[in-house]
């Protein structure tokens, strides 16, 4: 069964990608679809199967390095983790799909985005049932590679180009870290196998390693690796100028990949890898302090956006943040719930902003829309739905996800604790803003496209809305029931079993009745706030942004993080090429070099050619001076 | 003794370029002479298929080995293999038919010569890697410059004299000093028999000189910075099937004399020296990638990538450990296959515009598309993805790197960052964007033969990246081998205080 799980995405992929063309379009979709239903609907019996009698299963497919001690496998790792994960990227992963065949009517390429879809999830679900790092990475980098055809699937666009490749690049980047951290895993413990190198972590606490002449605890420096590799999966502080242009693909694309499923796959390495970073209290300060200053940084670019996908990606790059800052204090059940729940109303508020982008003709500016809640009635319902889930907004999802970080974060005893849960509350009101703004601007207040008539506006086919639907329940009633489940204190039944660590238990303490109230309660009162400043009376918002303008375009320009990587590291890369390509290779080597040679045997040849004048006076006269020189200095002697 | 299959590799491509040139040579005819090497070069890759089934891979010592009285008492011509040397013995068998099936497209003029030429080329680079002798290696590793100097210097571009000339100064300096090393090896030792060489092993006394003047033999060919430099001006006007062959074969000649050579028969000087090498490695896989990226040309943007890739290999082979050597050897391995690809993709949209600029072209994926999937795959072989057999050689290189100096191998690793960066702008630039320039869109998509030829590579990249072990396991036990005889992992043991 797990295999039909992995492979059946994979068998879709192919089918669509290479006999596309000959099966048509209609068939292609109908097979990548119902392929990947069929494994999310295995998923769900796994997940279920996983729920009820904690079933674990480990099957190895093939052996795929064996280079000295190094022994790597192909492998299907089922657990809760997994299960979790398995369930997450199955299920959007064929509601996108069906999503897929509306959105991408008009679109000459069907076969091939269907293809890539496929064989994305594909890619995603070696990642997560891997059980060992080596072919974690390989479905990272394989998840990469497919986000990479799909950011630029329109491929004549240049900016879609532009931010495939920077999206490569910079997980590259990311990965650069993460593959140290395994060659650091394989060089203490010889091998790259999950389990046993878990096994070995207790036996090398103190162990201390020298590192670009730093001294760092071993532990810490595996952790610190492999989160450089999170970091650029899940876009987080430094590494995530890739995911706002990501936004160059297509939407579904955006719901799949950079919302739901790949981006979280860094909170998953991290949830992971509890058994090692459970000993680390450096690198979970680490993460926590990246996570926090993600959550508040894109939170802060998300407020003042006009792009409706943009403000979507900084707002998935912010709840990516608190994902983060859950597991750097330790509660990584927690991540893993908001992880769940994220997964659910951020897809729906994508695929949401995707139906509506559709009715507009591909406007994606908020400033160009508005005034339209009557005309799409069902988008705008649903889309309030996710944004209530993605505030916060009492019993729905985001609240018992979101609120429980908060929380977690208060009560922890970590250096950061408190203050991670101040910027929590903090951000989660900032979000509750830009969410508000983003649902006001596109459906209330006037209509303002000028190029379509407010008549066109339609509503999206049935293949759009039933995804949204199902979205919407689960964004609706994923956190109440498997709130329990996922970060219940019931001790007497684990569900995470052995996939999550935790050196001590989590305190059950509750914080302070007020802290509890503080976050359900602002995030309400920014509603009518937000109706009130976005609606009702914009000059106020004038006013502020024409008072604070500097701070408004550093926003505005996201912290200058684009500007500021071109003149760092772009400019200076391509100058520096050319340097060493004109002057040092040019110049110095092959001038004193192959050139430099030549020249010189062709100018002592110049030299010698010349002695040979064929005057014989000349040589009489050589001869003479040399007979004499010659004589000169036999009698000298 | 047994059928002599090694000598039967070695000779059948000359058999076949005699045939060819003892047929009358008429416009008709340039067909079937074409067949004549095809044929030839299949039969030469299914032995050598044949040879690698019956190897057995679990033995140390050198199988099919033959020995012939040449000069007596000085030089026997002494051939053999083992696990590593056959697997490039493969590689040639297989490249060399790709070749041969391209030249119709790019050779306008003496096409029996120009078959006459690769398949002398074949019949050195098969001597190269199952001599075991040294001058008999010798013999092989500089009668190639001759084929190769004639294709580049007949056939090539515009600038052909100036590169051939290049080509051929950089090769032959580095070997004037290999042949001095090899007469002083003789004269310390008394053979130049590779096994006999092995046992008796060269006192370390001489060994820096000797290591240094077989470095410079091979530094030139792999090439390492900053000898590099003839690579991208031979690669340029060299014609595609030359490109390939250079690429693919010729530089892992190279790579395949430092493991056969410098550490089987210099052990200490190869530790004395691992800092110089890292150090060259490191610039090379640096400093050529940067160069890589601003490249213009596409043909010199791949020569300058293969320098990088290179860069991995010799880091690799002086790590000293069974991972660093493997994926030294699983590189080259890769890179013959990948470089090969490219150079075919290259000299496909050659043949139609007859520009190597990069900026000319651009949109192709519209009217190209199955051009446009080959060299993805090879783009993202050349990148290492996981999934492609780049991945696997890049990735173990870099373990056994870790294992002994983690800051090169941190330092070759950003090399990984550069590598994705200038193969994916190569690819944005060319395949992907708007179709602009008219002549480009008048461009067809690939033909039978070229779809038969870049598919014969697709498989082996992506087959041996999710299955590699048919590799690694025939060279694992004389890797081992290797390093266990020469005690190369004094290092290792050093370090740990056994």
Known sequence: ?637 | MNFPILSSLILLPTIGALFIFFVRSSNSQYQSSKYVALFITLANFFLSLYLWIVFDKSIVDFQFVEEREWISGFVNYKVGVDGISILFILLTTFITPICVITVNATIKNRLKDFLIAILILETFMIGVFCSLDLVVFYLFFEAGLIPMFLIIGIWGGERRVYSAFKFFLYTLLGSVLMLVAIISIYWITGTTDVIKLYELGIDSKYQNLLWLAFFSSFAVKTPMWPVHTWLPDAHVEAPTAGSVLLAAILLKMAGYGFIRFSLGLFPDASLYFVPLVYTLSLIAIIYTSLVALMQEDMKKLIAYSSVAHMGFVTLGIFTMTQQGIEGSIFQMISHGLVSAALFLCVGVVYDRLHTRLINRYGGLVSIMPKYAIVFMVFTLGALGLPGTSGFIGEFLVLMGAFKKNILVATIASLGVILGAAYMLWLYKRIIFGKLINEDVKKMVDLKRFEIVTLWLLVLPIIFFGFYPEPLINSIEVSVANMIDMNDLDKINKLALGE
């Open chain 1, 1 to 637: 069964m797990e295999y039909l799980i992995l492979f059946l995405p994979l068998i879709g992929s192919i089918i669509s990608g290479f006999f596309g063309k000959t099966i048509g379009d209609r068939l292609s979709q109908l097979i990548t679809c119902i392929l990947v239903s069929i494994s999310a609907l295995l998923s769900l019996f796994i997940f279920f199967k996983v729920v009820s009698s904690g079933y674990e299963h480990n099957a190895i497919i093939a052996t795929w390095i064996n280079s000295g001690s190094l022994n790597v496998d192909w492998s299907i790792k089922v657990d809760a983790l997994s299960a979790v994960m398995l369930v997450v990227v199955t299920l959007v992963s064929s509601l996108v799909h069906i999503y897929s065949v509306g959105y991408m009517s008009h679109d000459p390429h069907k076969p091939r985005f269907m293809s890539y879809l496929s064989l994305f999830t594909f890619a995603m679900l070696t990642l997560v049932t891997s059980d060992n790092f080596l072919q974690l990475f390989f479905g990272w980098e394989g998840v990469g590679l497919c986000s990479y055809f799909l950011i630029g699937f329109w491929y004549k666009k240049e900016t879609a180009n532009a931010a495939a490749i920077k999206a490569f690049i910079v997980n590259r980047v990311g990965d650069f870290g993460f593959a140290l951290g395994i060659f650091l895993i394989f060089y203490i413990f010889g091998t790259v196998n999950y389990d046993e190198v878990f096994l070995k972590i207790p036996e090398i606490i103190d162990q201390k390693i020298n590192f670009l002449s730093f001294k760092f605890n071993t532990i810490d420096l595996i952790c610190l690796l492999l989160f450089i590799g999170a970091m650029g999966k899940s876009a987080q502080f430094l590494l995530h100028t890739w995911l706002p242009d990501a936004m160059e693909g297509p939407t579904p694309v955006s719901a799949l990949i950079h919302a739901a499923t790949m981006v979280t796959a860094g909170v998953f390495l991290v949830v992971r890898c509890s058994p090692i970073y459970e000993y680390s209290e450096l690198a979970l300060s680490v993460i926590t302090l990246v996570g926090m200053t993600t959550a508040f940084f894109a939170a802060t670019v998300a407020l003042v956006q006009t792009d409706i996908k943009k403000i979507i990606a900084y707002s998935t790059c912010s709840q990516l943040g608190y994902m983060f800052f859950a597991a750097g204090v330790g509660a990584y059940n927690v991540a893993m719930f908001h992880l769940f729940t994220h997964a659910f109303f951020k897809a729906l508020l994508f695929l949401g902003s995707g139906s509506v982008i559709h009715s507009f003709k591909d406007e994606q500016d908020v400033t160009k829309m508005g005034g339209v809640f009557r005309k799409l009635p069902y988008t705008y319902a649903l889309m309030v739905i996710g944004t209530l889930a993605l505030t916060g907004f009492p019993f729905l999802s985001g609240f018992y996800s979101k609120d429980a970080i908060i929380e977690f974060a208060y009560i922890s005893d970590t250096k950061f604790g408190i203050y991670a849960a101040g910027i929590g509350v903090l951000t989660a009101v900032m979000t509750s803003i830009y969410s508000w703004r983003l649902i006001f601007k596109t459906f209330h207040g006037d209509y303002k496209n000028k190029y379509l008539s407010i008549d066109t506006m339609h509503e999206s086919p049935l293949s759009m809305m039933l995804p949204l639907v199902l979205l919407a329940v689960g964004a609706i009633f994923s956190g109440f029931l498997f709130k329990e489940l996922f970060i219940g204190h019931d001790t007497m039944y684990n569900f995470w079993g052995e996939s999550i660590k935790f050196l001590e238990p989590l305190g059950k303490e509750h914080p302070p009745t007020w802290f509890l109230f503080l976050t359900p309660t602002l995030v309400v009162v920014t509603i009518p706030l937000s109706y009130y400043l976005f609606v009702k009376n914009t000059k106020i918002v004038d006013e502020i942004v024409s008072i604070n303008m500097p701070v408004y375009i550093f926003l505005q320009k996201k912290w200058y993080f684009d500007e500021l990587y071109d003149q760092i590291f772009i400019k200076p890369s391509k100058s520096f090429g050319i340097f060493l390509w004109k002057k040092i290779d040019g110049l110095i080597i092959d001038k004193f070099g192959p050139d430099g040679i030549s020249n010189l045997v062709k100018h002592f040849s110049f030299k010698a050619v010349k002695f040979q004048s064929g005057y014989i006076y000349q040589y009489a006269f050589i001869m003479l001076l040399g007979f004499s020189i010659l004589l000169t200095l036999l009698i000298v002697k």
